[in-house]
């Protein structure tokens, strides 16, 4: 069984960054571009591309799906990631598209609206990665110097060697596929392509350089902190920052779409270490004042009030994958937003 659904066309883009691969719908008028995020590729877009009239694009970032497995300099925040969109679209001679991104590519597309502003035309943010990254208050001040329990070794150790083995099962908790269902989606989804969704995930390159990255030692609970190269230190408050938007002269309008049942992007996510410490799975935690969870909406909230043109959007019966648990509703939002 293929892996791509009628309709949609896959092709190689080649850059002087990045070969990359790409996912095609044709359509009319200004095209949509979406932007996978984290343990993921182009491949969970395809159900929101066909129910689009529009010309739109998915793009494999690098490590994921089967766009080359370059190394992550996680000092540069998401921007390696940006960076490779910005090279692909024109490499493609998109000149301005509409953008969408979900998780980690939510902070991809505001990144890549900072640095190539005339490449957006608005932007969709779905379940977004918060500006200021794991491990910081709702200022973006981090909680310690080193970005202590984020980056790399924030990880559970089996789910990334099930991964790394193209584990399809669901036998254990931390397989890719018990995880999509506990974690992508809410209680009760299903739909014909799950197995579509587990082979995304598969397609994931472990690794130092892309997921989950490298660490460090610390002094700080709970004894390790981000270190500077791969998926999730781009993501730490070390690296990442993306509020800048804050202060660019042309502000495109901006859609923060999220689901009520996130438990992987929220105020106290289950995929925050301190979060986990709070609850007590993560023994020694020092408490509210030293290591809260990271606010995550509260944050991102925050920094859109700053920004201006936003709206936010709650999908009450969705998870962290609204576009894909209620499809719909998910394009009849993004088609009043990009009108």
């Not at 896959?10 to 995020?37: C, E, K, M, W, Y």
């Not at 200022?139 to 990334?160: H, I, K």
Request: net charge negative.
């Amino acid at each position: 069984m293929t892996n791509i659904f009628e309709g949609i066309e896959q092709r190689r883009v080649a850059t002087d960054r990045i070969s990359a691969n790409v996912l095609h719908r044709r359509g009319a008028g200004v095209p949509v571009v979406f932007i996978h995020g984290n343990v993921s590729s182009s491949l969970f877009f395809q159900p929101a591309m066909l129910g689009l009239e529009r010309e739109s694009y998915a793009i494999d970032l690098r490590g994921f799906g089967e766009s080359e497995a370059l190394a992550v300099d996680a000092s540069r925040g998401l921007r390696d990631f940006a960076d490779d969109v910005a090279a692909v679209m024109d490499a493609l001679g998109i000149a301005t598209a509409h953008l969408v991104g979900w998780s980690m590519g939510g902070g991809v597309i505001a990144q890549l609206l900072i640095d190539r502003p005339e490449l957006v035309a608005s932007l969709t943010l779905i379940a977004t990665v918060p500006p200021f990254g794991f491990g910081t208050r709702v200022d973006g001040t981090l909680m310690t110097d080193d970005g202590a329990g984020t980056g790399g070794l924030g990880v559970n150790q089996e789910f990334v060697q099930l991964l790394a083995a193209g584990e399809t099962g669901d036998e254990s908790q931390a397989s890719p596929r018990a995880v999509f269902r506990s974690s992508y989606v809410a209680p009760g989804f299903g739909d014909d392509h799950e197995d579509v969704w587990v082979q995304a995930m598969l397609s994931t390159k472990t690794g130092d350089g892309n997921y989950p990255g490298n660490g460090v030692t610390s002094e700080h609970w709970p004894g390790f902190a981000a270190g500077d190269s791969g998926v999730l230190n781009a993501m730490s408050g070390k690296h990442l920052d993306w509020s800048a938007i804050t202060a660019l002269e042309r502000k495109p309008p901006v859609l923060w779409l999220r689901g009520a049942h996130d438990v992987i992007v929220g105020d106290e996510s289950l995929f925050d270490f301190n979060t986990l410490g709070k609850l007590g799975v993560v023994p020694d935690w020092p408490g509210d004042e030293v290591a809260p969870p990271t606010p995550m909406l509260a944050q991102t909230r925050s920094v859109l009030e700053r920004y201006g043109p936003y709206e936010e959007v709650v999908f009450e019966n969705a998870g962290h994958s609204p576009h894909l648990e209620q499809r719909e509703r998910f394009l009849e939002v993004l088609e009043r937003h990009i009108r």
